[in-house]
């Protein structure tokens, strides 16, 4: 019987251009799972198949999947939005998540759905496809590039490129370990030092002409342990880019630890062989690559330059609503393109609902030039090429949907991983520490002070670092304390990490019971205000501070520990209960943990 | 395929152009299970009102056929019903209809909101009607109870409860399923084509000929839709625990969690 159908209106709204999807991988997720559930393959082997194909187990349990998308450099268009608000509302929990990777994440899906999942992104022309596993993740690139002031060139279509030749390349489907790359626009959006490889477009010259290249950094990565990355060269032109990322994944696949997951991560093998032998090793595989493949290779590059869509502007002057222009401030950014400006979603720890979707993919309709989202850096969403007279009108649509928060480019916008709330190794729910940190923070306006603009708060649930605590001005990561038989959620706090030109690690401070985390904020935001120089912000303060130029009254990170004792303290349990009890629990706290799949 | 022949006889779901050519011939009967309020705004020509929470005021085998035989619903007579909520309130109103032993219910596979979106007639009219005689012939083979649902699945039954995800990993009843009700429309449609509800139920390695009860949160609505989606792939084995999880939770009966993880905080809700 034929179905009651509506015809969907045609629109001039641009659509994905690449199909990184295959209908095929659906299908054989589908048998596989069939194959697993009747014990016809072993768990470690439907496991590695499972996250080559971007579903991670859940926590507790691995009957429910964390769906990771691979939205390469984070470019989505609406329809796909919308077919992302369906899934979600169909087979996951109604919300979707968007990770400091660009991607988006579906969390607790059912093992028996995930091909449906992967089915319904391939229709839409998205992928999971080495979203997990020991791959080349998705390669990010700045949600502002082709728009920032201060970039050489547009570096997109390098990451698109790049992607189109390694996607489903025999060469990365069995790396030691993961693996990624991150283009960026300019030194300050984007983390070039804190990835395996990282790309700075930069102009250059070779014999005599000038010609586009990149700084690329090798080496860097957040973890565990994490490090900065080392410049090969003075440039590299890009031409040489393709074989240069080819020669480095090579030399990784070959000499990487494959004996000790924890050690398994390229920067691993860069540290110990040091970094002067692992640059020769790298330039002199890129020589032999070049001398002995009998054909070029060259990064496809779309140089084609993109008309933009002229967009309806109304001519009636909206009313312009309340606290536009604080969101304003906070909110947009110039772009170098006259006129135009890009506006970002300040979300909750990255979460937003299948309805918020479908408003986000709207919007992108009627007031973006260009007909996408990007996907940024800090679980957020950026509307790029929107007319600076239309943006109280974009305003005032977010409103309607509670998308309308301010602090989205502020220290108000708060990171946190998925913790507790679905990750295997989570100690605390940092997820929800990070919403409950935010929602205070706009509360308090904190948004609205200068001084703390380009400073950040990242919050991860265990020591591993997916919530970026380490490049956060103020970044914690979360684990367990004692007061006699009593535990409750502690988080080691860290101070003055920076991921642009001066990119460096936060330093270990103290340690802060999840419960006094805004609290111990507050406090540093106040003896930073007593303390500084005029004109001088958080994050530079906290700089001086760790470089031993402080003062007048703190002169080292152990003074303001001093400080924060007060603060820190623990109560006991007769004197207040709730401190034992993590964000989102009501019961005691304790720690429980599974086996992580990051190694996988 | 035997299902065949019997799809002929009950129809799960009437699209919109056969339910109009039907309410021109006037061989049949819709209902509307909204509210009074809205159903006097609009709504399809000819509908008769039934509102949800009338029927669940008293849903006793009497009264429901007092209800068919006041509407003028005769043994043979076809009933369409419609709702505006997924199709889920419709379904419940077409089971108590089948319980009662009327076999020839459908439920119109668009909502009242999309049938207006597609620009079909409808009227604020309230057809008269002419009571009519119908038998009770109760068919308990559609129903599940608190007390059959454990024997059940000792002997394989499967039960699938209908909430949405959140609900049900905060609890359900022990050894369940969980098909969101979500997932059984698509886009416009409250039931997703045959291939595709297909698909979702091989997934899960369900066999066409398993005993199956469906139940959600209070009364039998989300799970009532779950039960039309089985239906409408022909599995004839398939119970509707109409009191559901609420009754169970009353009962103090066993629950069972997702234990150890905050998953509510990842809802933007
Ligand atoms: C030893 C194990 C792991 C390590 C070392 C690790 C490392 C990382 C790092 C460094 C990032 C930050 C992105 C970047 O800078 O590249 C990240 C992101 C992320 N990781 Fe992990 N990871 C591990 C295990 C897991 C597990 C078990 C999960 C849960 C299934 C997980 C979920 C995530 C998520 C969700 C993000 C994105 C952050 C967000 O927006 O929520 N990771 N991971
Ligand atoms: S930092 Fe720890 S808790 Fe957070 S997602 Fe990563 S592994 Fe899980």
Not at chain 1, 284 to 303: F, Q, T, Y
Not at chain 1, 575 to 594: I, L, V
Not at chain 2, 56 to 76: H, M, N, R, T
Not at chain 2, 239 to 250: D, T
């Amino acid at each position: 019987m034929s179905n009651t159908s509506i015809q969907s209106k045609p629109d001039n709204v641009p659509k994905h251009k690449i199909n990184w999807g295959r209908l095929e991988e659906a299908e054989r997720f589908s048998e596989m799972v069939k194959l697993f559930r009747q014990g016809k393959i072993n768990r470690d082997d439907f496991r590695r198949f499972r996250l080559q194909h971007g579903a991670y187990g859940s926590r507790m349990t691995d009957d429910y999947s964390m769906i990771r998308l691979k939205l390469p450099a984070g470019e989505v268009y609406s329809e796909q939005l919308e077919k992302i608000a369906d899934l979600s509302e169909q087979f996951s929990i109604g919300s979707a998540h968007v990770s400091t990777r660009q991607n988006f994440q579906l969390h607790w899906v059912a093992l028996e759905d995930v091909s449906e999942v992967l089915r319904g992104l391939a229709e839409s022309g998205m992928t999971t496809r080495e979203a997990c596993g020991n791959s080349v993740r998705s390669i990010m690139c700045s949600p502002l590039a082709g728009v920032c002031p201060d970039e050489v060139f547009d570096p997109t279509p390098y990451a698109v490129g790049a992607t189109k030749f390694l996607l489903r390349n025999p060469l990365c489907q069995a790396l030691p370990r993961k693996f990624k790359i991150n283009f960026t626009c300019c030194e300050k959006h984007g983390m070039a030092r804190m990835v395996d490889i990282g790309l700075i477009p930069q102009q250059g010259e070779v014999n005599g002409k000038p010609q586009r290249g990149f700084k690329v950094f090798l080496g860097g990565g957040l973890g565990a342990q994490s490090f900065v990355g080392h410049q090969l060269e003075p440039f590299t032109s890009e031409d040489e880019v393709l074989y240069t990322i080819v020669s480095v994944i090579r030399i990784f696949d070959r000499l990487g630890n494959r004996e000790n997951m924890a050690r398994a991560r390229m920067r691993y093998l860069v540290n110990e062989m040091g970094w002067e032998k692992f640059q020769n090793l790298v330039l002199k595989e890129r020589a032999m690559i070049k001398m002995l493949l009998s054909v070029i290779i060259k990064l496809e590059v779309d140089k084609t330059v993109e008309s933009m869509r002229k967009i309806s502007i109304s001519s009636e002057i909206p009313s312009v609503p309340q606290g536009y222009a604080r969101w304003v401030k906070s909110n947009t950014f110039k772009q170098k393109q006259p006129g135009f400006s890009c506006v970002f979603l300040t979300l909750e720890s990255g979460d937003v609902t299948s309805n918020q979707l479908r408003a986000i993919a709207d919007i992108a309709r009627e007031f973006t030039a260009d007909g996408q989202i990007r996907n940024g850096f800090t679980q957020d969403m950026v509307f790029r090429w929107v007319r600076d007279e239309d943006l109280p009108r974009v305003y005032s649509k977010l409103l309607e949907v509670g998308l309308a928060n301010p602090g989205a480019l502020t220290m108000a916008s708060v990171v946190g991983c998925s913790g507790t709330t679905s990750c295997n190794l989570a100690l605390t729910n940092s997820h929800r520490l990070a919403k409950e940190v935010q929602r205070k923070f706009i509360e308090l306006k904190i948004d609205e002070d200068d001084d703390l603009r380009n400073s950040t708060i990242k919050i991860s649930g265990c020591p591993n670092s997916c919530g970026q605590h380490e490049i956060a001005t103020i970044g914690f990561y979360g684990g367990g304390g004692r007061l006699g038989k009593d535990m409750y959620p502690l988080y080691s706090m860290s101070l003055g990490g920076r991921a642009d030109e001066t990119t460096t690690l936060g330093h270990s401070c103290t340690k802060v019971p999840a419960k006094r985390v805004i609290p111990t904020i507050l406090k540093i935001v106040e003896i930073f205000k007593s303390d500084k120089k005029s004109g001088e912000t958080l994050d530079l303060w906290v700089k001086r501070v760790i470089e031993g130029n402080g003062g007048p009254t703190i002169k080292s990170l152990d003074d303001i520990k001093e400080l924060l004792k007060p603060v820190v303290i623990a109560p006991t349990k007769d004197q207040d209960e709730d401190f034992y009890a993590d964000y989102g629990s009501d019961g005691s706290y304790h720690t429980k943990t599974g086996r992580g799949e990051c190694a996988a | 395929m035997c299902g065949l022949s019997k799809e002929k006889t009950t129809r799960v779901t009437v699209d919109a152009d056969k339910l109009r050519s039907e309410i021109r011939d006037k061989s049949v009967k819709v209902l509307d299970i909204r509210k009074e309020d809205d159903y006097k705004q609009g709504h399809i020509p000819g509908a008769i009102n039934l509102p949800l929470a009338s029927l669940l005021a008293d849903d006793s085998p009497d009264k429901v056929l007092q209800y068919a035989q006041s509407f003028g619903i005769g043994d043979e007579t076809p009933v369409v019903v419609y709702d505006d909520t997924f199709g889920a309130l419709a379904s419940r109103v077409a089971w108590t209809l089948e319980y009662i032993g009327h076999e020839d219910v459908s439920l119109l596979d668009v909502t009242y909101g999309t049938w207006k979106k597609l620009g079909l007639e409808t009227s604020s009219e309230i057809p008269s009607t002419v009571k009519t005689n119908h038998s009770l012939k109760l068919q308990p083979q559609i129903l599940a109870t608190s007390d059959y649902l454990v024997p059940a699945k000792e002997k394989g039954a499967i039960l699938v409860d209908n909430r949405e995800r959140l609900n049900y990993l905060e609890q359900h009843i022990p050894g369940a399923i969980n098909i969101p009700y979500r997932m059984l429309a698509s886009g416009q449609n409250i039931l997703r084509p045959k291939e595709d509800l297909r698909r979702l139920i091989q997934n899960r390695n369900i066999a066409p000929d398993s005993e199956i009860i469906t139940y959600c949160g209070s009364v039998g609505t989300l799970s009532g839709l779950g039960y039309y989606a089985l239906k409408s792939l022909g599995m004839d084995n398939v119970k509707l625990y109409v009191r559901s999880f609420k009754e169970w939770k009353s009962l103090e009966k066993p629950i069972e969690k997702q234990n150890d993880a905050n998953y509510w905080d990842l809802s933007a809700e």
